[in-house]
């Protein structure tokens, strides 16, 4: 019997010899290659903590000591020790969430997958370890890619004042994030070298000068005055260690009898440890160690035994926009790039190679990139910072207080925006629309296909006196959605054939061919439509007041939160203009959504064509007076349809 099958809790790996669980490591390896070619996901990372998972287990009691990670991504491995082995459905609806999830397990903590966060959660449940008096132990594990956040530097800044708080720190240093980590935090660490023994000759000296009358403790004193210089001479100086913080390291990350000796010194000390490891992306599998790139961070389905895609979807809004920032850098030499640490998945490889100098990547630090772009744009440049959309909510200071009050020329890309689906609450895109309507003076545009990405990017990098923002879904981008007229600066996607329609229809970015559909599915009921993209959703278009005056509803639908999003901006736009006409509006609940299909969570909260015509024929059959067969004929609609 394999290994693995016996393991159903971290205890069971209590009993397990040293060439059992290197031969477990092997297990683990090949059934994620299996497994994650099967159904995708986040496969380099968790084969190189295959044999540092197992230590941290051995040497820690989950769940009552708490093993968090930064990020999710990596904890794979620690599904497969906690008693979690089916990954037939991983991040599929109904099956296991690609990150921890408090839900499927008392194992997992921290689910919100936001890099550079585990130190901060650590600070806090050590200390309310210590206030509520608890012997648990906290041990947090963070890639060297999170720690070029600023936000870890925060946490390292309040761990180390406490000397006599345990928590153990393990840094997973693989040289990588998604791509190789830059920096000068990454050349620190890979000229980081142990200072074991100094310490106990000092201890030593220490206890020796102490007890030696008049001379011994200013001789200590000045010893350890000379604390870095000798350190230096020894072996290069600590950054944790000039901290105050205690330091282990480096282990392999790949030997399971140095990890659990580490770990364990690590564990017997009454404060703060930092226990670094070198591990490798992508281990044991040899088409992710040969992909430079980003080691197999993250597949889609794929050949287990060539690493091969086994299907193409096409062309992707990600690659889109990245075939049209290479244009824009070779016509302008003015226009730059901001990445922070994505530089593949936002789609700026090409421009990176063509243009070397002109790419930033800032790290995992959000709000220094949006800082840094507004110092580019003063200096005459215009930068172009490519985010994902869930990540923008970390910069929205400096988007506000950097960028926008000062006025400047930034153009923010955000990709995935919208229902993202398969990789859970964390990473749907679904608040900017609603964040940045208070910002001052910035567009926000949400091209509904290709074309339009290509044009409202060039539109958004013409602005050089406030932030512009683009933004766009995840996933292949379907086929152009011609206009069929315009009216103030919107496009008309369908026009009424009356001079007295019913519905006007505001259809936002992507969502454009359903809500065609909708309106398809309202004709055949005798409600005339009008859709139209304002394409540039903020500020609402002068045009539209005048436009929603003409019709007897107004509906809008977005990929983007209710409370806050377009449709409150229009009907706001509205009630300034006295335009008194009903409005509904269509998008995403406040609430996290978990983890299924793009489609799929878009049918759970009804943003289907069907679910929005059925409502809007009811709001215009109460007006008319006749509202209780108006969603069933919907239904008869649709029915016959398919």
């Not at 299907?311 to 016509?331: H, I, P, Q």
């Not at 200096?379 to 207080?401: E, I, K, S």
């Not at 996607?493 to 505001?506: F, I, K, N, S």
Request: charged residues 25%; glycine residues 10%.
């Amino acid at each position: 019997m394999p290994l693995l099958t016996r393991i159903t809790g971290p205890r069971d790996l209590d009993r397990l010899s040293l060439e059992e669980l290197n031969q477990l490591a092997e297990e683990i390896r090949t059934f994620l290659v299996d497994a994650v070619s099967k159904t995708g996901g986040h496969l380099g990372p968790n084969l190189g903590v295959v044999e540092l998972t197992l230590a941290l287990h051995r040497v820690f009691d989950s769940p009552k000591d708490k093993v968090l990670w930064d990020t999710g991504h990596q904890s794979y491995v620690h599904k497969l020790l906690t008693g979690r082995q089916d990954f037939s459905r991983l991040k599929m609806k109904g099956g296991l969430s690609g990150y921890p999830s408090q839900g499927e397990s008392e194992h997992d903590v921290i689910e919100n997958s936001h890099a550079s966060t585990v130190l901060g959660w650590a600070d806090g449940i050590a200390k309310a370890n210590q206030v509520m008096e608890r012997d648990d132990r906290v041990v947090a594990v963070i890639g060297d890619g999170a720690l070029t956040g600023g936000m870890a530097w925060e946490a390292l800044n309040n761990i180390a004042a406490a000397k006599d708080r345990p928590l153990v720190i393990v840094v997973n240093d693989n040289e990588r994030s998604y791509a190789p980590t830059i920096g000068g935090l990454a050349d620190h660490l890979a000229t980081l070298r142990t200072t074991d023994g100094y310490e106990r000759f000092l201890a030593r000296g220490k206890d020796l000068l102490e007890r030696t009358p008049v001379v011994g403790r200013p001789l200590y004193d000045t010893l350890h005055g000379a604390k870095k210089g000798l350190k230096d001479f020894i072996a290069p100086q600590g950054m944790f260690e000039d901290l105050g913080l205690k330091y282990v390291g480096p282990i392999d990350g790949h030997d399971v009898e140095a990890l659990e000796s580490a770990l364990t010194r690590a564990k017997r000390f009454g404060g703060p440890v930092i226990v670094h490891c070198l591990t490798e992306k992508g281990r044991g599998y040899q088409p992710a160690l040969a992909d430079e790139a980003d080691r197999f961070h993250a597949v889609g389905k794929i050949h287990p035994d060539t690493g091969l895609p086994i299907s193409s979807s096409g062309a992707d809004w990600t690659s889109v926009f990245g075939e049209e920032m290479l244009k824009l850098g070779e016509e302008r030499r003015d226009v730059v790039a901001i990445t922070a640490a994505m530089l593949q998945p936002v789609g700026l490889e090409k421009f990176a190679k063509a243009f070397p100098d002109r790419v930033y990547d800032v790290g995992i630090a959000e709000q220094h990139g949006a800082v840094s772009a507004a110092g580019l744009a003063h200096g005459g440049v215009h930068p172009v910072f490519a985010v994902y959309a869930t990540f923008l909510n970390r910069a929205f200071d400096q988007v506000l207080m950097d960028v926008a009050l000062h006025k400047c020329g930034v153009t923010f890309v955000l990709d995935r925006a919208g229902v993202t689906g398969t990789d859970g609450a964390s990473h749907n895109g679904m608040w900017d629309m609603s964040i940045l309507q208070v910002v001052p003076g910035l567009r926000l545009a949400a091209p509904r296909d290709a074309d339009q990405v290509r044009a409202q990017l060039r539109e958004a990098v013409e602005v050089d006196d406030a932030p512009t923002v683009v933004r766009f879904s995840k996933g292949a981008v379907g086929p152009a959605v011609p206009a069929v007229g315009r009216v103030g600066g919107m496009d008309v996607l369908r026009a009424p054939g009356t001079d007295t329609p019913d519905v006007l229809l505001v259809s936002v970015g992507a969502l454009a061919p359903m809500c065609l559909e909708v309106a398809d599915l309202l004709n055949k009921q005798g409600i005339s439509t009008t859709v139209v993209d304002p394409r540039w959703v903020k500020p609402v278009d002068e045009a539209m007041a005048p436009l929603a005056e003409r019709h007897r509803v107004v509906v809008t639908v977005e990929d983007n939160s209710r409370v806050g999003g377009v449709g409150s901006a229009v009907a706001q736009a509205l009630r300034d203009a006295g335009v008194d006409v009903p409005l509904r509006d269509f998008g995403i609940p406040p609430r996290f959504l978990d983890h299924a299909t793009r489609a799929e969570v878009l049918a759970e909260i009804g943003l289907t064509a069907p679910d929005i015509a059925r409502q809007v024929t009811g709001l215009v059959a109460k007006l008319d007076g006749r509202y209780d067969r108006a969603g069933a004929e919907v239904d008869q609609v649709e029915a016959a349809r398919d």
